[in-house]
């Protein structure tokens, strides 16, 4: 036991490969390094190395933040094949509490947390599973803010929808229902299912983040908690003939390369 539990040296630890893995065996991602860098489940850092990054705050790392945050959201939506409705939810303009309290379209506390126990609420009693970003309305209102909405995905055993009488019609000239989501009472919904690959919905939710210079209420984006999640493999490869696109990251004196996951079984194994 005590073998076990004394300090190995980083490099017989750590890997220069990640392979991302959803649940029904596509590959998300290849990632290769030209250090050993990935660190495999059941493993802890003794010393932690000090970031060289960018100053916290600066434009670099907003934007970083909202990749990763856009990353995320379409690794959700892959892992997730029952998030089929895509949804929007708005607050009119005299939207008031249960108990008569006014909740103002710029108000994102008030909003959130009207939101917040409508999800959880779902959530709990029906099993709601959904990826959701907030958004401001190009709109100012009177009080010279924005209003805020919120865009998401969900399974749609758990929401009430009706049929509104409209109809889209998407690029390829099909038409797809418009629906209601009849138990949010503040304001207007619309819900469509989802059409197309799984992608389409990603996208769908993740071009939000691009439309906003700050996160709404400091969250780029929000999910329930019983989603599925990727998987992650760790290998080491050979870096010098893994083919894909290359970002070079200077401050940790490495690379990275990421692989198409169609080229995975050309990676040459190095142990």
Known sequence: MAALLEPQPAPEVLCNCRVKVYPDGTIG???????PTFRPPGWELVDK?????????????????????QQRIRDLIACNSDLDVMWTLTLREDAETE???????????????????WLADRVRRRGLRYVAVYEYHDKVETDGLHAIHVHG???????????????????SGHWHRIYNLTDWRLGHTTGIYTYGSRWGAATYISKYI??????????????????????YEYLNVDYRSARGH??????????????????????????
């Open 210 to 231: 691009r439309k906003s210079e700050r996160p709404v209420g400091g969250r780029w984006y929000m999910h329930s908690h019983n989603l599925c999640e990727p998987h």
């Open 29 to 35: 991602e290849v990632l290769v390094c030209s250090l």
């Open 99 to 117: 108990t008569g309290r006014a909740i103002g379209r710029t108000d994102y506390v008030a909003l959130n947390r009207k939101v917040q126990q």
């Open 49 to 69: 190395p000090v970031s060289m990054g960018t100053v916290a705050g600066s434009g670099n790392c907003t934007e970083r933040a909202r990749r990763r945050a």
């Open 246 to 271: 290359t970002v070079y990251i200077p401050d940790a004196h490495c690379a990275y390369k990421y692989v198409p996951p169609i080229a995975l079984d050309t990676l040459t194994m190095t142990d």
């Open 153 to 171: 995905v969900s399974n749609h055993d758990a929401l009430r929808m009706a049929d509104s009488g409209h109809r889209y019609r998407d690029k």
